[in-house]
């Protein structure tokens, strides 16, 4: 009977000591997820939506550095408004965002989906050529070289080979946006996301298709398209905002020539900067954002992601 006694006591101890543990325990896992989230909340707060309001605030003053800002209201965004290169920029802008999806991001799904067909012996080997990696500064090295109107490799190729007349490659107005963006086609752009994508497919899906008598294309059309969409809209946002956003690539092989035909609204923006316009490049980057955000809204609204939708 005592042991019987004794027993209860313990299994209530346990229990009561379990009570009292758990409230502990979730304290602690608190504090320990405040603990991760605290820095990169501030590191956001401060790299992030900061610079954001400044610049906005900034967009409605003289702002120059070392002196004191006076509040003059909607002056730098008449005065962005009005300016004939800035819309010369969007136009470029556009252009060359809408030249980029349609090369870097449709072909390599083509070339993901062929290439899963092939051998895997040939498949590794392919998938080992285009993604060793390469120095971005090497690789503006070697396209400066290859594009070079005078001695480059790819004017060789036109007169010696083709027997094409000169070309000027990036000296053209009506050809440089498209050869800025070949390095992009050439290197695969996100092709292996694609093919990662198109591995995780099960082959069953495959195999009853074929039980079905479906077709190469049929196939590809029903199952690895829809299967692949969540990461085509993912990439697809991220190649929208890095797109219209292009600086770095453009502004080191062209420096926005010939005639301001390469010229992004960033390269422009970094103008006004360069100029100490520094309230009318703050009003530029608003109607960059405003931009930005509608087109993204709207793209999310009307693609679906759902595969089975």
Excluded: C
Aim: no cysteine.
């Amino acid at each position: 009977m005592s042991d019987q006694v004794t027993g209860i006591s313990t299994g209530t101890e346990i229990t009561g000591a379990q009570a009292t543990a758990e409230p502990v325990l979730r304290r602690r896992n608190r504090l320990e997820i405040w603990l991760f989230i605290i820095p990169a909340f501030l590191f956001q707060l401060i790299w992030g939506w900061y610079p954001l309001v400044v610049a906005f605030l900034i967009s409605f003053t003289d702002a120059q550095p070392l002196l004191p800002s006076t509040f003059t209201g909607l002056d730098s965004y008449m005065r962005v408004w009005n300016d004939p290169l800035v819309a010369m920029s969007f136009r470029v802008t556009f252009l060359y965002a809408g030249m980029t999806i349609a090369l870097t991001f449709v072909i390599p799904i083509i070339v993901a989906i062929l290439l899963m067909e092939m051998p895997p012996r040939t498949m590794r080997w392919m998938m080992l050529l285009w993604f060793l990696p390469l120095s971005p500064i090497a690789n503006t090295i070697l396209w400066k070289y290859i594009y070079n109107a005078q001695y480059g490799l790819f004017q060789y190729i036109a007169t010696n080979i083709m027997h094409l007349p000169a070309q000027p490659f990036l000296n053209d107005p009506n050809q440089v946006l498209f050869w800025l963006i070949f390095p992009g086609v050439l290197l695969f752009g996100p092709g292996l996301i694609y093919m990662a994508a198109l591995q995780g497919i099960p082959n069953s899906y495959y195999e009853a298709a074929e039980v079905e008598g479906a077709s190469f294309w049929r196939k590809i059309w029903t199952i690895s398209f829809p299967r692949l969409r969540p990461i085509i809209s993912m990439l697809l946002t991220f190649g929208i905002i890095g797109s219209l956003q292009e600086f770095a690539w453009p502004q080191i092989m062209t420096g926005g020539e010939p005639e301001g035909a390469s010229r992004t609204v960033v390269m422009y923006l970094y103008s006004y900067i360069q100029n100490q316009r520094y309230s009318d490049a703050t009003a530029l980057s608003v109607f960059l954002f405003i931009v930005l955000m509608v087109i993204i809204i709207l793209f999310r609204t009307f693609v679906k992601e759902d595969p089975d939708a």
